[in-house]
């Protein structure tokens, strides 16, 4: 799998959107980019994912560069609730090992 | 509800204490995994199994074994632990080939004395 490149940490006032950056230079055609959060100790709880299209859920948009080779995700309207560690993951779905790897992802923290 | 379940949330034991973590997922899912998390160093794969009866080993899975009797269960056995398996362990689950994420456990903090 791919490496990925996360800033260490971001701060994000509360109410505004979160951008968080991913660099993926490496990616391969059939890799998918996985985003990934952890609050605290908790297990990591899945964001959201895409290959190359700009994708959109409840919780959030990734917007993945034409060239592959960064993306951002993007919490429209941060809440505290919001401050986690997010992990970027580049992976091949298939019916191989289905193991992700983390990085050491960013700490974000939404501030009052 | 779908999720997956470990149990104990909490443990602390001695060093050579035989201690099963079990995991149990409710969504018939294939595919299921155990990680450890320990500071600096992220998350690491430990096993995981593609179906029942089919385990394999992770990139770290000195010190521990699982089992796959029946799809929703795979429990994680240390059958003597040492205080370098202190660590925060998750189990997770996920249809195998399905273009979406795991479900992860809330995690057992494991503490070998």
């Known amino acids: 799998d791919a490496k990925t490149t996360q800033p260490p940490s971001m701060d994000c006032a509360e109410g505004r959107a979160a951008n968080l950056p991913c660099n993926h230079s490496?990616?391969?055609?059939?890799?998918?980019v996985y985003w990934y959060r952890q609050i605290h100790s908790q297990g990591p709880q899945y964001i959201i994912h895409?290959?190359?299209n700009n994708e959109t859920n409840e919780m959030a948009s990734l917007i993945i560069t034409e060239d592959r080779k960064s993306s951002t995700l993007i919490l429209p309207h941060a809440t505290l609730r919001d401050t986690a560690v997010y992990y970027c993951?580049?992976?091949?779905?298939?019916?191989?090992?289905?193991?992700?790897?983390f990085g050491t992802g960013t700490r974000l923290t939404i501030i009052p | 509800e779908a999720q997956v379940t470990q149990n104990p949330r909490y443990l602390i034991t001695v060093t050579g204490k035989k201690l099963t973590v079990t995991c149990s997922q409710n969504?018939?899912?294939?595919?299921m995994s155990w990680y450890r998390q320990d500071p600096g160093l992220g998350l690491r794969q430990i096993y995981y199994?593609?179906?029942?009866?089919?385990?394999d080993k992770g990139d770290v899975p000195e010190g521990y074994k699982v089992s796959r009797k029946e799809k929703r269960n795979f429990p994680l056995i240390l059958e003597s632990p040492s205080p370098n398996q202190t660590s925060l362990y998750f189990c997770?689950?996920?249809?195998?080939?399905?273009?979406?994420?795991?479900?992860f456990g809330s995690g057992t903090r494991l503490t070998v004395v």
């Open positions: 969504m018939n899912h294939e595919y």
């Open positions: 490496t990616i391969s055609g059939n890799e998918y």
């Open positions: 895409g290959l190359k």
């Open positions: 997770a689950s996920s249809f195998r080939g399905q273009m979406g994420g795991y479900t």
């Open positions: 993951i580049v992976r091949v779905d298939g019916f191989g090992n289905e193991k992700l790897t």
């Open positions: 199994s593609m179906n029942v009866e089919v385990t």
